[in-house]
RNA sequence: GCCCCCAUCGUCUAGGGGACUAGGAUGUCAGCCUUUCAAGCUGAAGACAGGGGUUCGAAUCCCCUUGGGGGCGCCA
């Protein structure tokens, strides 16, 4: 067994979580599980112009909902809480202050503006744009009379000018970077709170962070942290760098809304949309952890414990991987075969009542839902694409449409009609309405009448449930009951007349 | 523009010098099953980006090219 590890996720509230970032927290969670360590769920809220106020909320609904559970967070506390960084300025303040005493860093007064105008400069002289370090050089006497202007100013880390930074990465290996690439970046704002830099720096350390595991966006401000751990004094802890999820055109890694996927289709991004579009967390879980990791080289269907028994970070493939859209309503259709009846109804019955209100517990009650879920299971790969299968047993009134849709292939209406009038005839004399008894009686009458059991099932489904693709018919029959199928066959029946009638 | 990362079927992946005539899955196509639609079963097509090395031997190691991704903010 490995030494237990401490991981986090630590998402930050000026949006919503993209599957990108939950399969970063599912990598980090399953390590954390691995190898027996914590998990940790930490808040980056040091921005503050950005701040989006639901994001958080639906963030945490999200994990849960995904089942990731945390040692210690905002929410569960802990013993390096608090969790939230803007509930942790002080520390984040203390810290520059102690850099700046020792020179690993200096305070910095340029504003906006004046930052604003070298860009322009050297962008316009072809220059390398970046901060270039005016304030690093002030002179005592300068700096003490910025300071008596009453300028504002913040913390920037004074980056070695020469040599390099190497650092090892568990997914990629050596990562190394010459320092004059570096930018003297800013680790306090002039509001006081810190930058990205210093409070993960700070956290991670804090927290006794031992695999800093993120996204590969990060990995060129990486050489970053390294100086600052090292200025900190500070031991390193182990990178992880994630590779990214693209978009299924491969265009650019995923962002915000819902993609287009090739064929026309859109499929979502954002965690907290998949639960109301009828995703199953356990599929999602799945599908997401295959992606840049697999089990062997063949199990595509697992739990999460033997996720966890076989997960690895240095398993973690490198390159970023498109979202592959098909694979997830595939699999999500396994898992919805995976549940037994009892629990498919159970998770249906959120989403009938949405589609179709119909209150929950009435539909909790009717046994016709019971009745049909074994025949609609294996048709669903969405928990939301049951409702326009199943609407038929909890409409008043049948729409069946043109009566012409009643007449079967090598049929003629005037055919449709006997054969209508018979199989109503039939089955009010059937003497028991079960799927056996009904298919029996039926398939014997299309054998009597000289017919393909095609031509006599085709127009019953139609009368029955307004389709022409439904679930199976005995199935359905049964699950509509007695005295309403018969009724929508004597209907049926009455409009194919009328319609002949009017020819 | 500069820096960093990456590169196996359309897509997600296995592979870490000989076990590779490159495995699995998805998607596609065909057949079977069949009351519609599914599901299921069977089968087919389908990849080591290109070029140089290293080596007896390279998908696997090195270099270059190409292509993709990321970063270059008082955003994370």
Not at 116 to 125: D, F, L, P, S, T
Request: overall charge negative; proline content about 6%; aromatic content about 8%.
């Amino acid at each position: 067994m490995t030494t237990p590890a401490r991981t986090r996720f630590a998402p930050s509230p000026t949006g919503y979580l993209h599957i990108g970032g939950a399969r970063t927290a599912i990598f980090a969670w399953l390590y954390a599980r691995h190898t027996g360590g914590q998990f940790i769920l930490r808040i980056e809220d040091t921005d503050r112009k950005r701040f989006v106020p639901d994001a958080l909320d639906k963030i945490i609904e999200g994990l849960r909902w995904l089942k990731l559970d945390w040692d210690e967070g905002p929410d569960v506390g802990g013993p390096h809480g608090p969790y939230i960084q803007s509930q942790r300025l002080a520390k984040y303040q203390e810290a520059a202050d102690r850099l700046v005493e020792q020179g690993h860093a200096y305070r910095c007064y340029c504003t906006p503006e004046e930052l604003a105008e070298m860009r322009e400069k050297q962008q316009a002289n072809k220059e390398k744009i970046g901060y270039d370090r005016r304030c690093r050089w002030l002179t005592p006497e300068e700096r003490a009379a910025k300071e008596a202007e009453g300028r504002s100013w913040v913390v920037r880390l004074a980056v070695p000018l020469e040599g390099s930074v190497t650092f090892n990465d568990l997914i990629r290996g050596e990562v190394t970077f010459n320092n004059e690439e570096l930018q003297d970046a800013v680790l306090l704002k002039a509001d006081g709170y810190p930058t990205y830099h210093l409070a993960v720096v700070v956290d991670d350390h804090d927290m006794e962070i031992t695999h800093v595991i993120r996204g590969e966006e990060w990995i060129s401000s990486a050489p970053l942290h390294v100086h600052l751990y090292h200025a900190f004094g500070w031991n390193l802890p182990i990178f992880a760098h994630t590779p990214s999820i693209l978009k299924p055109s491969g265009k650019g890694k995923i962002s915000k809304r819902a993609l287009n996927t090739p064929d026309g289709s859109t499929i979502p991004v954002m965690l907290h949309e998949f639960p109301e579009l009828g995703y199953l967390p356990e599929a999602l879980f799945n599908f997401l952890s295959g992606i840049g990791w697999s089990l062997d080289d063949h199990t595509e269907i697992y739990d999460r414990e033997t996720a966890i028994k076989h997960f690895d970070l240095k398993d973690i493939n490198p390159g970023p991987a498109r979202f592959p859209a098909e694979k997830l309503e595939w699999m999500n259709g396994v898992y919805i075969r995976m549940l037994s009846i009892d629990e498919l109804v159970q998770r249906l019955i959120p989403y009938l009542s949405r589609d179709l209100g119909v209150p929950e517990e009435e539909l909790a009650r009717d046994e016709r839902l019971r009745i049909i879920a074994p025949a609609i299971q294996e048709r669903l790969k969405k928990l939301t694409d049951a409702a326009p299968l199943v609407d038929f047993i909890f409409a008043d009134e049948i729409d069946i449409g043109d009566p012409k849709l009643l007449v079967p292939r090598k049929t003629t209406p005037e055919q449709t009609v006997d054969i209508l009038s018979n199989i109503i005839a039939t089955l009010e004399q059937v003497e028991s309405w079960d799927e056996e008894t009904l298919e029996r009686a039926l398939r014997g009458l299309a054998q009597e009448m000289g017919l393909k059991a095609g031509q006599v099932f085709s127009p019953i489904r139609q009368a029955v449930t307004g389709k022409k693709v439904a679930p199976p018919l005995f199935a359905t029959l049964v699950a509509v009951g007695r005295e309403t199928a018969l009724q929508r066959l004597r209907d049926a029946l009455a409009r194919l007349q009328a319609w002949i009638q009017s020819q």
